[in-house]
């Protein structure tokens, strides 16, 4: 029987990040009607029929157990302009929410303007994965815009999909690169 891998979780993070992924804000709406978000590049299609999708949620994040309660949330995958969008909902100390544009749909689950595509979700199912719990929603409603680039994540850094838009990106993340590599 082959022993467990002894993990060096940091040559882990640096291996994961060396694949290349969009980011995501996903949102919902605290038991007091509030709104709460979170920045989630783990999300992933799973099925055209019926229509699923999943991300990793930290056992640790605070948001949680609102999906564990079956919140509605939706999914929002961010645009190359959209940094400091992921940076507010990874890093902020302060309300997130402050200046941002938003409305609320018919459950109360706060949807942002001017990304590439909104994913409005139920809780389907919810799976232990070890130090993150796998969340699975259904999609209920769905809308993509045809135009603009994606905001990418790769070796810990955003990039964008045109060169001078990845140099651009590199510096304003630097600074954050530290907080972002303790999740
Ligand atoms: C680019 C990026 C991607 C992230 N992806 C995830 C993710 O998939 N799952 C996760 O649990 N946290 C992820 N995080 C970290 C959370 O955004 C951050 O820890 C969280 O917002 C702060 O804690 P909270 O969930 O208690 O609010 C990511 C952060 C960044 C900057």
New binding site residues.
């Given amino acids: 029987m082959t022993a467990p891998l002894q993990v060096d979780t940091r040559a882990l993070r640096d291996a994961l990040g060396c694949f290349a992924?969009g980011?995501?804000v996903v949102t919902t709406s605290n038991l007091q009607g509030q709104p709460?978000?979170?920045?989630?590049?783990?999300?992933n299609a799973v099925s055209l029929e019926p229509p699923l999708i999943l991300?990793?949620?930290?056992r640790?994040?605070?948001?949680?157990p609102l999906f564990e309660a079956g919140q509605g949330f939706a999914v929002h995958t961010l645009r190359d302009d959209q940094k400091a969008i992921?940076?507010r909902?990874?890093?902020?100390k302060d309300d997130p929410w402050a200046g941002l544009s938003f409305e609320l749909d018919a459950r109360g689950c706060p949807l942002l303007s001017g990304v590439l595509s909104i994913f409005r979700c139920n809780v389907e199912q919810i799976h232990d994965g070890g130090d993150?719990r796998i969340i699975i929603g259904r999609v209920i409603d769905f809308s993509a815009e045809v135009e603009g680039e994606p905001l990418i994540?790769f070796r810990g850094r955003?990039r964008g999909l045109s060169p001078g838009e990845e140099a651009r990106a590199e510096v304003e993340?630097e600074v954050?690169r530290d907080?972002?590599m303790s999740?």
């Fill in positions: 992924t980011i995501t709460v978000g979170v920045t989630i590049n783990s999300f991300f990793s949620l930290a640790r994040s605070h948001c949680l992921s940076n909902f990874a890093f902020s993150h994540y955003y993340l954050d907080i972002w999740w």
